[in-house]
């Protein structure tokens, strides 16, 4: 997952909102989101090289999702989509969580890692020491530590505060994920396609992108779309809807 777009209490009906697209190589076998057999409160895509994932949410009203981090070199082997199945699963509260990942962090392959238990959002990384409860508002995750900026994260939080404003759906919400627009102007071209919010490289691109919303009444909504890598592939979407479990 390479742009995490997300709104966090300030819209009273929808007390969390997520925009998110997810940067891979097209070769690596993924599943998209559904429901895991052998752990029916998650709804997540996953990743079969290593069986993590890179976004999702679960029956008791928590959210995860991931982030590489470029140009950082690994310190660890662990796959950082283990820390979204972890959490989901996890009965932690979100603060247990991140207390404990704290003395774990080096074990990782360098990661963006935020998650809600529905009353605390936090933040955290592999390359800064702590973290951190995000405070209500508006915030764009990249390929970054999220006390840093680029463009493309910019912009990304600006097409958010917009989106949010005028209270978009969630058609509204893909299209902007689809923007194509590079975001830096360099002679390197991969560089460029990669300041674009959708990606589309040989080989490597955005393979998909979610949306997430959670009502105030406890009402989650889900929707994934899958696009084309190949010729024999087609673009799709899937949407679920659940409301918490009681107790969760």
């Not at 995860?64 to 796959?79: K, P, Q, Y």
């Not at 490597?204 to 889900?222: C, E, H, L, M, P």
């Not at 899958?226 to 969760?248: D, I, N, P, T, W």
Request: charged letters at 25%; proline letters at 4%.
């Amino acid at each position: 997952m390479c742009l995490i777009l997300l709104s966090w209490q300030i819209d009273p009906d929808y007390p969390l909102t997520i925009a998110a697209n997810r940067d891979e190589f097209f070769q690596r076998p993924t599943l998209a989101a559904d429901f895991w057999p052998e752990h029916p409160d998650i709804l997540a895509g996953r990743d079969l090289e290593f069986g993590g994932s890179w976004l999702g949410i679960s029956h008791k009203g928590r959210f995860a999702a991931v982030t590489n981090l470029r140009e950082v070199a690994s310190t660890g082997d662990r796959s950082r989509g283990n820390l979204v199945k972890d959490f989901l699963l996890s009965s932690q509260t979100s603060r247990q969580f991140a207390d404990q990942l704290e003395s774990q962090k080096t074990e990782f392959r360098p990661f963006n890692f935020i998650a809600s238990d529905g009353d605390t959002l936090f933040y955290t990384n592999n390359i800064q020491a702590g973290w951190q409860a995000l405070s209500p508002g508006n915030h764009a995750i990249g390929n970054i530590p999220l006390s840093d900026e680029n463009a493309k994260t910019k912009k990304g939080g600006a097409d958010m505060d917009s989106a949010m404003a005028e209270n978009v759906s969630h058609e509204e919400l893909l299209n902007m994920l689809r923007d194509e627009a590079p975001t830096i102007d360099t002679d390197n071209e991969i560089n460029m396609a990669l300041s674009c919010r959708f990606i589309s490289l040989e080989g490597y691109g955005t393979r998909s992108s979610s949306i997430v919303r959670a009502n105030k009444n406890g009402q989650w909504d889900f929707w994934e779309k899958h696009y084309a890598s190949s010729e024999s592939q087609k673009e799709g979407l899937q949407h679920f809807s659940f409301r918490v479990s009681s107790g969760a």
